[in-house]
């Protein structure tokens, strides 16, 4: 045996193999490094591993049966004699191994040391990381949706440390099936680290293998590997090591609470928590048929496991969403909203979860924010990465006139959950909105132009319609292109949009068709009977509006704030200012001077409670008491104007002609209508509001009247422009040409 051996060391065996498992070390890393960089599909370094594995035992049999000489490879002979040539041809071996080595080094200093730092994707954040949809390798039905639920779960775990940034897997599971290299989503993604795995699970004797990799997203490099064989009943203990360990590789500091959030699972329940997954790429798409899709599953969920809190938290969201995307009614909505929610909260009250779903219950009608916003503040310091409650926290915070902390929480909603097109939405929205319009137009010009999202279009619209811009007739084509999308058509949003925009360009014909559509489609959805009651106002289709009024009370279950509302709106259209005041009062109680206070009229509801009765107040000659109102009014405008939080320049336009028009003072209201109008371009519902009587205490003076007719030349020019549009479209009907005459 001693002899063999020897024979192999004769014949340079070891050296060569040892200089081939060098260079192909080298070359493996090469291929990844380069892959990553370049794009490149992950069959070839399966295949250049594959190929240099199968390469080894010939390199090695051919060193054994061939010699390096001067003359050239030669076949050696039965007995290896240690002659000079073969000395040459060991040197030679030991400088080509010397060579690579060398090489390698440097290419380690290069990689892992000079570039390391310099292609970091996210600099502000270095503990990064987005989790991957684990990779199905079964052949066995729906085992993809256990891959997904076992990655939920890790991801959920990391989402709870304060010190690392989580991607949401709204956005990380979008990249499932898709061939996109490491590189490219840790850059779109924004993030150092991804997680990445595979599972297989063996029905027949109940065994699930899972393989999990954390890859550094700069170079493709793998950090480290771990792997799970055991059986399925125990497979959730390993998302606890696997976080552990990702927490460890990342060198994250663990707070003392976090460290025991970490292995809290969702449910043990596969079925339940694989119908929770499905139910999220329905809910997600926020139309009336996806979102009664995802309740379902959800319902089903719940009687597979009547414990599942996240669950039932989930339903009563879901059914709020409902009630404003599609066709339920307020009576189901506020029943199921309040059971599940129940349900939720006699389960697990300090789940962020449920204390989202707590906050968004409780949003739907406040009085009072601040147990809103304390609520999803809880949420956040239990889930530190927890997108949804960053976005309802904006929106809380943007009811209580807090702009500044309201717009850097869309922010953060956006960094966790960057592929989400809805919130970038909301976040060109608000930025445009508080006054950065650049902003706010370069993030919708981006979503326009790269995926033309629908809902992106109708929000550009309401950019351009206000100012500095006051396009109109741009805006308009911008939501008729929107509706274009399948998808989209028939959704209502788009329906209402439609119904209410060509309103401010005095096209009621286009109007009244998605009137009609809208009623045909959503007959039960409280935004149908507000959106067609504006256009009976506008129409000054007073009959018809108080039939229809008189139907959705009688058979629909209108409630009695939406009733009051529309009944007074009508009232005052057919003069009856009196009875108009009696029913107000008698449905706001508390609308007396000793119980309205400046700091409550940041609740939108009490504003335009407040506007409301000081024009009932002007129009039943109670002018001493609508000079006390309007004082407080004009208080509170002032108090915005002169605040340190961003006060949104449409909104800033709004106050100051409400104040001026509810103290009576006829020149300042013109003159500020007209700067409105014609020098800042802040358009949208002033035609509409016009025509509908808003400001109809004014409508003798001749000041007014002058702005009025500028103002609806304009209207009509920008109108002729879209008319032509129309045509061009092959969307116009020839008999609106004889009604607008």
Not at 407 to 414: Q, R, T, Y
Not at 721 to 734: A, F, N, R, S, T
Request: net charge negative.
């Amino acid at each position: 045996m001693s002899n063999f051996f020897n024979e192999l060391k004769n014949r340079n065996v070891y050296k060569v193999a040892t200089a081939y498992v060098v260079t192909s070390w080298l070359i493996l890393q090469a291929v990844e490094t380069l892959g990553n960089n370049l794009g490149w599909p992950p069959t070839i370094a399966y295949w250049t591993t594959l190929m240099l594995i199968v390469g080894f035992p010939i390199a090695l049999v051919l060193t054994w049966l061939y010699e390096f000489t001067p003359q050239g490879l030669k076949r050696t002979g039965i007995v290896q004699q240690d002659t000079a040539d073969n000395r040459k041809a060991g040197r030679r071996l030991n400088h080509i191994i010397i060579g690579v080595l060398a090489v390698t080094l440097c290419f380690l200093l290069v990689e892992r040391v000079f570039f390391a730092g310099a292609t970091s994707i996210n600099k502000k954040q270095e503990a990064s990381i987005a989790v991957l949809p684990f990779e199905n390798i079964s052949v066995l039905e729906n085992s993809e949706n256990f891959a997904k639920g076992l990655t939920e779960q890790i991801l959920n775990d990391l989402a709870k440390l304060s010190a690392l940034q989580v991607i949401d897997p709204k956005s990380s599971f979008s990249y499932d099936d898709m061939k996109v290299s490491d590189k490219e989503i840790g850059e779109e993604l924004k993030v150092n680290y991804l997680l990445k795995g595979s599972l297989q699970y063996d029905k027949n004797n109940n065994r699930i293998k899972v393989i999990t990799r954390l890859v550094n997203a700069n170079n493709g490099h793998y950090l480290w590997s771990d792997s799970y064989e055991g059986d399925f009943i125990e497979i959730f203990g390993f998302q606890e090591d696997v976080s552990r360990n990702v927490i460890s590789q990342l060198k994250v500091k663990i707070l003392p609470g976090e460290d025991q959030l970490l292995g809290t699972v969702l449910t043990t329940n596969t079925e339940a928590l694989k119908l929770y997954l499905e139910s999220k790429n329905y809910s997600k798409k926020r139309t009336d048929q996806d979102l009664e899709k995802a309740i379902t599953l959800l319902n089903e969920a719940v009687k597979l496991d009547p414990y599942f809190a996240e669950a039932h938290a989930e339903l009563s969201y879901l059914y709020g969403n409902w009630f404003f995307y599609g066709n339920v009614s307020k009576e189901i909505r506020d029943e199921r909203m309040e059971f599940h929610l129940d349900k939720a909260l006699a389960l697990a009250p300090e789940r962020p979860e449920v204390l989202w779903a707590k906050a968004r219950y409780y949003v739907v009608s406040p009085e009072d924010s601040s147990q809103v916003i304390a609520d999803l503040r809880k949420a956040i310091a239990l889930k530190p990465n927890y997108s949804d409650a960053y976005y309802s926290l904006g929106l809380a915070l943007h009811r209580a006139r807090l702009f500044a902390p309201a717009l850097k929480a869309i922010e953060k909603s956006v960094e966790l959950d960057p592929k989400n097109s809805f919130l970038k939405i909301q976040l060109a929205d608000m930025n445009y909105f508080y006054g950065f319009q650049d902003r706010g137009l370069t993030i919708m010009n981006e979503l326009i132009s790269k995926d033309s999202v629908p809902g992106a279009m109708r929000r550009m619209a309401l950019m351009l319609s206000k100012g500095p811009k006051g396009d109109m007739s741009e805006a308009y084509k911008l939501i008729h292109s929107s509706g274009k999308h399948d998808d989209v058509r028939y959704r209502l949003g788009n329906l209402n949009f439609n119904l209410l925009f060509p309103l401010d360009l005095d096209l009621p014909p286009v109007s009244d068709k998605y009137n009609r559509l809208m009623q045909a489609r959503y007959p039960d959805n409280p935004t149908t009977i507000l959106s067609i009651c504006t256009y009976y106002l506008f129409t000054n289709e007073f009959k018809t509006l108080q039939e229809t009024l008189d139907l959705w009370v009688s058979e629909k279950g209108l409630d009695y704030q939406t009733e009051t509302l529309i009944k007074v709106q009508l009232l005052i259209r057919l003069g009856k200012y009196e009875e108009a005041k009696d029913i107000f009062e008698l449905t706001h109680p508390n609308i007396q001077e000793d119980l309205i206070y400046v700091d409550s009229l940041k609740y939108g509801s009490k504003y335009n409670d407040l506007k409301t009765y000081i024009e009932l107040l002007r129009l039943t000659h109670d002018n001493t008491r609508a000079d006390n109102f309007a004082k407080k009014l004009c208080e509170y405008y002032k108090t915005l104007s002169t605040s340190d939080d961003y006060l949104p320049p449409h909104e800033k336009n709004n106050l100051q002609l409400d104040c001026l028009y509810a103290t009576n003072d006829t020149l300042a209201f013109v003159e500020a209508l007209e700067t409105r109008y014609f020098q800042k371009k802040d358009r949208l519902d002033v035609f509409s509001e016009l025509k509908r009587g808003f400001f109809d205490r004014f409508k003798n003076d001749r000041k007014f009247q002058k702005v009025v007719k500028r103002i609806t030349e304009e209207t009509h020019r920008m109108r002729a422009e879209v008319i032509e549009y129309l045509k061009q479209e092959g969307d116009w009907d020839p008999a609106w040409d004889k009604e607008l005459e």
